[in-house]
């Protein structure tokens, strides 16, 4: 069973997801399903190593930001202002210009320590090439029938 003798329940960050996931995975064993690919998404997604992302956590609290924005806000690390705000927006925080522009300084500080994220792009297998689609117009049916009864 999920959360089975769970102590607390809170938000935490993709990093901190992938430090115990990774001190699990030394003494549980294998992993099933649900936990390997946690892993390995933690490991592909987290941008930021896990003393570096509480310490960001920690400063964006000190903000006043609530810990499930500010955790989201960690974990996706906006890259620009827009970003930012559909953050904002979706959990309803309404910041002042002067603290929006200390969580902007904020991310910029901790987006110089990010890991570098590449996507991951699986080859396709080799398909036959598709033929161009011709554009026909609205007579097209009608226009291949005059055809047909010419060639009979």
Avoid: C
Avoid at 1 to 21: C, Q
Avoid at 26 to 55: I, M, V, W
């Amino acid at each position: 069973m999920i959360g089975k003798g769970a102590n607390e329940i809170r938000p935490v960050l993709l990093s901190e997801v992938e430090k115990i996931l990774e001190k699990r995975q030394g003494t549980a064993g294998e992993f099933g399903f649900e936990q390997q690919t946690s892993l390995e998404y933690a490991k592909r997604f987290s941008h930021l190593k896990y003393n570096d992302a509480k310490e960001m956590l920690d400063e964006l609290e000190k903000l006043e930001i609530k810990t499930e924005t500010a955790v989201k806000i960690v974990d996706l690390l906006p890259k620009n202002k827009s970003q930012l705000m559909l953050i904002l927006v979706k959990d309803k925080v309404d910041l002042p210009e002067k603290k929006m522009e200390k969580v902007e300084a904020l991310i910029a500080e901790y987006l110089k320590k990010a890991k570098k994220f590449e996507p991951k792009v699986e080859a396709l297998p080799d398909a036959p090439a598709a033929a161009p689609i011709e554009a026909k117009s609205a007579d097209a049916p009608a226009e291949e029938a005059k055809e047909k009864k010419k060639s009979d």
